[in-house]
């Protein structure tokens, strides 16, 4: 930290100095003047930004921020089923990778970079950090020129002294609550972790497990829910490694954007496994509460949709559909050959139903 320069100054400055600026304000305007007379020679330029807020996660970056777990940033091979996708998204990206470089070939010039450059990675960190500097400045303002205390009253004393008997009571239980029911609790609490990660690391296995070869199917790869549940296991085996990283956030201004990343994707990938959970319960609960209701009309849309449907559009075409004249003979049968298997599925949909309600 050091001094710029001072704001309305009373006494204007006699030269420019570039060391100490001298800046106006006016209440018309919201953008200041600074004192730079033109026998100088220069050309000065007042940025006015807003400051970034950093407990609502704003900050300026000059690079893109990945939503990517911190090992996942490097994607390996894909899976069996993606494998040509997996080759033209590798032959697209050494594609572009050329021409970036080919672009690069026709600079006139490859000049290094000035100064001023090198310097906007600093100039970011600094914006960054206004908000909190800001704050900090503003609440030690009132030390500044502070006169002597007095002696307190009597009635001073006696408030003072009850405060400090709450502030007693209050050290008292952080004490107890620190010391002997923090170690225990924490104990259990990782012990379950150990526990759950252990379980998680070996449904992993199973899940990720090739019989025979290498290039043979996993079970993720050929079932939906099972690749779900590996992405949910992976995640939930990232959190302690995320939230080690957030504790060292703590430690630091909230200005400082190094662990920003992290606290977004670990938020995220908990909102999305909220969502899930509460999306799933809420479908699930309303399905057990009217179930009856639930079974009647989805058997009313399949009727409609799947049997009845499928019959008026057959009857249609085994006339003259849109004034066409078809061979009557062959659109019959092959009409009635068609509505005698629609018949006989829908028996066996009546069955699969009907068990399914019993059951």
């Known amino acids: 930290m050091r001094v710029l320069g001072s704001v309305n100054p009373k006494n204007p400055p006699d030269h420019f100095d570039s060391s100490l600026l001298a800046t106006y ?29 950093p407990t609502r996660m704003q900050y300026l970056s000059l690079r893109p921020m ?27 990206c050494k594609k572009k990778e050329r021409l970036v470089e080919k672009l690069k070939l026709h600079t006139v010039i490859a000049r290094q970079p000035t100064q001023k450059e090198l310097s906007l990675p600093m100039i970011i960190d600094q914006i960054n950090c206004s908000f909190e500097l800001n704050s900090m400045l503003q609440k030690n303002i009132g030390l500044i020129g502070r006169r002597m205390k007095r002696a307190l009253s009597v009635s001073e004393r006696v408030v003072e002294s009850a405060n400090d008997l709450w502030d007693y009571i209050y050290i008292g239980l952080c004490y107890i609550g620190s010391v002997w029911l ?12 150990i526990a759950h990660r252990t379980a998680g690391e070996i449904i992993l296995r199973i899940l990720d497990w090739r019989p025979g070869s290498p290039e043979s199917p996993a079970l993720k790869d050929i079932s939906a829910t099972a690749q779900q549940v590996d992405i949910r296991l992976q995640q939930f085996c990232y959190w302690p490694i995320q939230y080690i990283t957030l504790r060292k956030r703590k430690g630091n201004w909230e200005s400082i954007t190094n662990n920003h990343p992290e606290y977004i994707r670990f938020y995220n990938s908990l909102w999305l496994v909220a969502n899930d959970i509460i999306i799933g319960i809420a479908l699930g609960s309303y399905i057990i509460e009217n179930s009856d209701t639930v079974a009647s009309q989805v ?42 298997v629609i018949d006989y599925w829908a028996g066996m949909w009546f069955q699969i139903l009907l068990i399914g309600i019993v059951s």
């Open 182 to 193: 923090y170690p225990i609790v924490s104990q259990i609490f990782i012990l379950g972790l």
């Open 66 to 92: 990945s939503l990517a777990l911190g090992d996942k940033t490097h994607s390996g091979k894909w899976s069996w089923a993606f494998d040509g996708a997996g080759e033209k998204g590798e032959e697209e």
């Open 299 to 340: 058997d009313t849309i399949l009727n409609t949709w799947s049997i009845e449907g499928l019959r008026r559009m057959i009857s249609w075409l085994m006339e003259w559909p849109g004034g066409l004249k078809l061979n009557t003979e062959l659109a019959a049968f092959l009409g009635d050959l068609f509505l005698w």
């Open 25 to 53: 304000t006016d209440a018309r305007t919201r953008f200041p003047r600074l004192y730079c007379p033109s026998d100088s020679n220069l050309t000065v330029q007042v940025i006015v930004y807003d400051r970034p807020h």
